[in-house]
């Protein structure tokens, strides 16, 4: 989230699309809820009528697939209709940046595409540079190379016709929602944008978020109170697992995973360090290497010196270009190039699309090692339905884990605030938290390494490390420790003593944190902050719900990101009944600023998009792999053979496997008519696996089922209640028909399109519950984050003569 | 004064977190329950459930979908019909409690036939005591009498995300109806308290009560 919870009743207008937030956020739903008392308009556009439309103002139905389209009309509408923030816009973003000549886009394809490898070389779309290697600007905006008349020209073809055509809402539904929403173009308005999964799991699934970004930016909704883009994290503590790198492609603070071609943190820095020419820009990734550094030391301690280049050497480097993500470790493990592995956390053989695939793929291991609450269709994959365990390699590890509320440390939320949890129980029987998993774990490869030897010794005997696991002594070490005795202004540190801010951070080894964004949260001054549950605010503070001494947020406990652009240049907020900072003549009150310079009038002052290299939110940046612009794309698999806005049908780029057992079906396939969304449910978490063990939720949701329209069933013969088989390319699966009013055929390109919606927190290891959904679900991925397109593919359906999964 | 529970429905969004706190505080069991083409499971009360939440949609005159929520439990009568009806047959198997207003079914139950039982389930306005075979007991919601007698709230209350649901004394809570109630017909004019001058749970209702649910309001 750019916000945090609280702040959403702050909002004017809430658009909540691409999640089912009073469904998957009940808790947290009551601040929108409060928007709506303090008398704003909410909005949700889904495929389906869900409990969150059931509290809006309005519901308006989307075809699945479709957000950008949707979005991009929304652009149009504010460009065609000026409807856009001037002062923001003009100042704050890079509306007037011109673009370089090498940019083109035509008929759905960007300049630099390479149809043999399916990527485009990014450096076409660069902007054009000045004599001092910065950008060319154009106030008056009368180059039509200006970002923003390109911007224009691009969603010009967004017309509500095409939108309507496409998405399959109507006209007047779709300027419903534009007209509200864009309502808060003004600078006493403000609007948010909630979203979850269902924008995410998408084949354009960056862009559609990126779109948002573009739509914020225009009606000046970013960096103020009430406005924002808000991902509503579906677990707990995500937020806390991307900030430290779950993913391969980064390192802790969201530095890149190193690779192959830099072979010493010069190199590393020198590709990843950018340098900006805008002598008002923070350029604040300019200090990067300070970061790595301490993230170095951090990692090896004593080991980390100058001359070493702080065991930068031993860390494992990536082959440029290759797909680490876990879909491209499935279809590594079926052609049977890894042979074991550990899998904690995760449910594939449930959770994972093209379901079949994956577990197939799982036999192909040697060994595997799971570590859970419950025995999953993972653990237990080598006696699924159907197959015979004696013809079953694998050898399974099952290990108890403990539950999250059987251990301390700290979670991260949606909001970013880090709060500390106490253990309320203790593990049941030998069971025991992830940490001292592996701490022990590591601790006997540690000691292997030193009685036997090995590959690469250094990289395990090095680091500095623990004998056993305290989640306090980790805390202490994310914030970070000063390695030699320092001074900050005039207050010493000796060596061993907590870094009070990322501020001091050094690129020299004198300092260490293992994740810069966190540094602060642990301090001699106060201690753990995390632990803060003081509610005591300033009455500008109290105006917006704003609680700077319960918990502790990144970075430095600031709640709303980029909020110097709620501010005009001489530092007065633009909604001064809403204020988040403001410039009282000497320094800034209300929230933490971005950075403490002046405001912007000043000769000190800065742009306030910090975290981009030349301080203004770029509509036009150097994009992420699928074009700078977002463009519409029919997901991988669709029921259109054509769309109104280009000849490109589906993502050029989009990633997706090649075996004999990834079938996509081809566009406007007769055989699989109707579109499939899935998503989760109130009652069940994810993939089931923890609650389908709970009887009281499995209760109240006892069965797989499939929602689908009246007009479906009837077509079908099929009645509520009745069980039905669905099949796509890939598979096939049973559910029970809900037939209800909630959702409804779609008019797309003047034809009928049906879409059906299935949860997929079923499966096998709960008898008669049904199993996975995920076998019909399609292994196609986003280019930029590999995420599968587990929000659309297509299916048909029948009804079932008999049920053998479902009873 | 008696307590009152205010159960506004424009705020519910049927996450049922009622519905599974008050099993668990009641140390209920969970049925064995199957999908049959709807959200609302169990489909009714039942001696391991004293709290379901109900679940009506329909598309209303403008073409629009409209999904009501009825969080469904005893209303605590003020005059409560079931006492009347059961004292008949067996004194004292249910009975008023004049301090808290609720109305509890107590073990001397057990000792009502299944007509008598029958015949209590019939006279409730709301169709809210379900028999449990086995022991022969009454079932219905008790307010969470240990809590609100130990100055807690009922946990139903305590659970609800959204506010609601709220519980306090009558004197507050009807104001509090009466506001919530002007809000409400500003989106939906409609809306209107169920039967507040006889009940101890006010149900705030958008929409026509055959819209949410048979029983949800007598009148």
């Not at chain 1, 902050?529 to 430095?556: E, F």
């Not at chain 2, 003020?78 to 059961?86: G, K, M, R, S």
Request: proline share 7%.
């Amino acid at each position: 989230m750019t916000n945090h919870w609280i702040d959403i009743k702050n909002a004017d207008a809430v658009l909540i699309i691409g999640s089912n937030a009073a469904e998957h956020h009940p808790v947290a739903f009551k601040w929108i809820m409060k928007a709506k008392d303090n008398g704003a308009v909410l909005m949700h556009v889904d495929p389906k009528f869900s409990r969150t439309s059931a509290r809006c103002d309005f519901h308006v139905p989307l075809r699945s697939g479709t957000d950008i389209p949707f979005l991009g009309g929304m652009l149009n509408y504010i460009l065609a209709n000026g409807l856009y923030q001037k002062d923001y816009v003009n100042n704050y973003t890079n509306a007037a940046f011109v673009v370089g000549d090498g940019y083109a886009f035509e008929d759905g394809l960007f300049s630099g595409y390479d149809a043999a490898t399916r990527k485009y070389d990014k450096s076409k779309w660069a902007l054009a540079k000045g004599p001092d290697g910065g950008p060319v600007v154009d106030p008056t905006h009368k180059n039509p190379r200006c970002v923003i008349n390109l911007m224009k020209d691009h969603y010009s073809r967004y017309t509500l016709k095409n939108v309507s055509d496409v998405t399959g809402v109507s006209q007047d539904n779709l300027l419903k929602v534009y007209k509200n929403f864009c309502a808060t173009g003004r600078p006493d308005k403000a609007g948010t944008i909630l979203y979850a999964l269902g924008w995410t799991q998408h084949t354009v699934g960056v862009q559609n978020i990126r779109l948002s970004s573009l739509v914020q930016l225009l009606l000046g909704n970013i960096g103020i109170a009430g406005g924002g883009i808000n991902a509503l994290r579906g677990e707990p503590n995500v937020q806390g697992s991307t900030d430290h790198a779950l993913l391969y492609n980064n390192i802790p603070g969201y530095h890149g995973t190193p690779q192959a071609p830099w072979q010493t943190l010069a190199e590393y820095n020198k590709a990843n360090t950018p340098v900006t020419a805008v002598s008002n820009s923070a350029n604040w990734w300019g200090n990067r290497p300070k970061y790595v550094t301490s993230l170095l030391k951090g990692w090896y301690g004593d080991a980390a010196t100058p001359e070493n280049d702080f065991c930068y050497s031993l860390l494992p480097k990536l082959e440029p270009g290759e797909d680490y993500s876990y879909m491209f470790a499935m279809d590594r493990i079926y052609n049977n190039k890894i042979k074991g592995g550990f899998i904690m956390g995760v449910n594939p053989m449930n959770s994972f699309p093209n379901t079949n695939k994956m577990r197939v793929a799982l036999d192909n291991l040697d060994w595997l090692v799971c570590s859970e609450i419950h025995n999953s269709e993972t653990t237990d994959n080598w006696q699924r339905p159907g197959v015979d365990p004696k013809t079953k390699k694998t050898e399974v590890f099952l290990l108890p884990s403990a539950h999250r509320i059987e251990k301390a440390g700290t979670i991260s939320n949606s909001g970013r605030w880090l709060q500390w949890f106490d253990k309320a129980v203790e593990p049941a029987g030998e069971a025991r938290n992830f940490a001292d998993v592996v701490v022990p774990l590591f601790n006997t490869i540690r000691r292997m390494y030193k009685e036997e030897g090995g590959v690469l010794p250094e990289a395990v005997l090095q680091m500095n490390w623990t004998d056993k696991y305290d989640p306090e002594d980790w805390a202490r070490r994310i914030n970070g420790f000063f390695w030699a005795d320092s001074k900050v202004g005039d207050k010493a540190y000796k060596r061993g003593q907590l870094v009070p801010t990322f501020g001091v951070l050094k690129d020299d080894g004198t300092t260490s944190s293992l994740n810069w964004i966190y540094t602060g949260s642990w301090t001699e001054e106060d201690g753990n902050k995390s632990r803060r549950r003081d509610p005591s605010q300033t009455p500008m503070q109290a105006k917006i719900g704003l609680y700077p001494n319960w918990s502790w947020c990144w970075p430095l406990n600031r709640r709303i990101l980029y909020n110097r652009a709620s501010v005009d240049m001489n530092g007065k907020p633009f909604n001064p009944d809403r204020a988040v900072i403001e410039w009282d003549g000497s320094k800034w009150v209300g929230d933490v600023p971005d950075g403490p310079w002046p405001p912007m009038s000043d000769p000190k002052g800065k742009l306030p998009f910090i975290m981009v290299k030349d301080g203004l939110a770029q509509f036009y940046g150097p994009g992420p792999a699928d074009g700078p612009f977002p463009e519409h794309y029919e997901p991988a698999e669709t029921p259109l053979a054509s769309h109104p806005f280009s000849k490109q049908l589906s993502s050029p780029v989009y990633k997706y496997h090649k075996t004999d057992m990834d079938k996509i079906a081809p566009p406007a396939d007769p055989r699989y008519p109707i579109v499939l969304t899935t998503y989760s449910l109130t009652e069940h978490w994810c993939g089931g696996g923890e609650t389908r063990n709970v009887p009281n939720l499995l209760e109240t949701e006892p069965q797989l089922y499939v929602e689908m329209s009246h007009e479906l069933a009837k077509e079908k013969g099929i009645k509520n209640g009745d069980g039905v088989v669905l099949e796509s390319a890939r598979g096939n699966c049973e559910a029970i028909a809900m037939v209800t009013v909630r959702i409804r055929p779609f008019t797309v390109m003047g034809k009928t399109v049906h879409l059906v919606g299935m949860p997929f927190a079923f499966g096998w290891t709960t008898p008669k519950t049904g199993d996975s959904t995920n076998r019909l679900t399609v292994g196609a991925y986003d280019p930029n984050t590999t995420i599968p397109e587990s929000k659309a593919c297509c299916v048909n359906l029948r009804k079932a003569e008999k049920l053998t999964e479902i009873g | 004064m008696p307590k009152t529970f205010l159960v506004d429905t424009t705020r519910c969004t049927a996450c049922r977190g009622c519905q599974l706190a008050c099993k668990e505080w009641h140390d209920l069991p969970a049925n064995h329950t199957k999908q049959l083409g709807t959200h609302q499971n169990p489909p009714d009360l039942n001696p391991n459930n004293l709290k379901i939440v109900r679940f009506h949609e329909y598309i209303n005159d403008q073409g629009d979908v409209v999904w009501n929520f009825f969080p469904d439990q005893c209303r605590h009568c003020l005059t409560p019909p079931c006492v009347d009806v059961a004292d008949m047959a067996v004194p004292g198997a249910i009975i008023h409690d004049k301090k808290t207003g609720a109305v509890l079914a107590t073990e001397k139950s057990s000792k009502l036939s299944e007509d008598d039982a029958q015949a209590i389930q019939e006279a409730c306005p709301y169709n809210i005591p379900r028999r449990d075979p086995e022991s022969g007991r009454l079932t219905k919601c008790d307010m969470c009498i240990d809590r609100v007698s130990a100055g807690m709230q009922p946990i139903c209350v305590k659970t609800c995300p959204t506010g609601a649901m709220v519980f306090g004394e009558r004197e507050e809570m009807l104001p509090l109806a009466q506001k919530r109630l002007e809000t409400a017909k500003k989106r939906w004019p409609k809306a209107f308290l169920a039967d507040m001058e006889d009940v101890s749970v006010i149900y705030l209702l958008a929409d026509t009560k055959d819209k949410y649910y048979e029983f949800a309001a007598f009148m």
